[in-house]
């Protein structure tokens, strides 16, 4: 009994928010390795980007609430979400349209770019705080939890509970929905094709008769979706922080290196092994020790290795590791 007691507070605290949380992370890390892929540099406006998508989305869902309009059980965000990825879309082309064009068709080098998206990232960061404001919103309704610690126990008469929060299981399959369409449509699509042509080898792309602006333009928008969906996945989860989204911009980019940056299967895997790195090592392993071990070995203390206030540093070792033993990643994805 004692070792499900354990199995039970391992899947609470650490397997299912992995699992959530790691399909956050992969949502977004696809996004960075689309840029990085068909056009070349590496976005840091990409977590700012993830913000004004999840803003927009939740004006939408204030509006659609103010209009007595939900989605019963589900999170009233679900149905605003397309309306946040049309917004995210608009700013991305217009920003594209206004600075990238120019630097792209100077053949400016990616190191350029990547400075450039800097500067994109502080007027992004700017225009959400002006937009929604810096304070924490949680704009999560309908059921909470598919399955409370309460009810846990009362079936299974365990000690121990284990919730499942409805916006973990919305993360998840959404995740499967959006990984499935973006693979189906890369490999199975002329545009997907053509985007994947221009990726491997641009001056070829080109000479066979690939439009490179439909190409960026294709982009944008899948980057627009990913970014918008990542983005309200996690503030339902968690809640929305415009400086939180900034601070994501680590374990995502973590993740795209660490799987094979440019390999979308890599940004996935990426996204997993950060986030149950995070989990693991800042998670407090007393509860479970104590199921597990002899009364007399029983841990006094947390048994907790880092702070979960340092959970970025975690990415930031793994990031750093990677790109000094294998820079291309588990995937072989392209060297930075």
Partial sequence: MDYLNALVALANFVIVPG????????????????IYGVLRFSNFAHGDTMAFGTAITILFTWLFQSW?????????????????????ALLVLGTDRVVYKF?????????????????????????????????????ADGE????????????????????????????????????????????????????????DNEDLALLSGINPERVVLVTWLIVAALATTAGVLYGLDKSFKAFTYFQLLLPIFASAIVGGIGNPVGAIAGGFTI????????????????????????????????????????????????????PTGLFKGQSI
């Fill in 144 to 199: 909470r939890f598919i399955i409370s610690a309460r009810d846990f126990k009362e079936m299974t008469g365990l000690d121990e509970g284990l919730a499942i929060k409805t916006t973990q299981m919305i993360t998840v399959v959404v995740a499967i929905i959006v990984m499935a369409l973006l693979f189906y449509f890369l490999n199975k699509t002329r545009t997907g094709k053509s985007m994947r042509a221009f990726s």
């Fill in 275 to 326: 986030a149950f790195a995070e989990v693991t090592i800042t998670y407090a392993w007393k509860k479970v020790l104590t199921y597990v071990m002899p009364e007399s070995l029983e841990p006094d203390g947390l048994v907790q290795l880092l702070s979960t206030d340092y959970k970025f540093a975690v990415s930031f070792a793994i990031l750093i590791i990677v790109l000094l033993f294998k």
């Fill in 68 to 88: 007595g309009i939900s989605l019963g059980p589900l999170p009233t965000a679900l149905l605003a979400l397309p309306f946040g990825i049309a917004g995210c």
């Fill in 103 to 139: 630097y792209r068709a100077q053949k400016a080098k990616p190191v350029i770019l990547v400075i450039v998206s800097l500067g994109v990232m502080f007027v992004m960061n700017g225009i959400v705080r002006f937009v929604i404001g810096v304070r924490d919103i949680n704009f």
């Fill in 19 to 34: 699992l959530a949380y790691g399909a956050q992370l992969a949502i977004g890390a696809l996004g960075v390795t689309m």
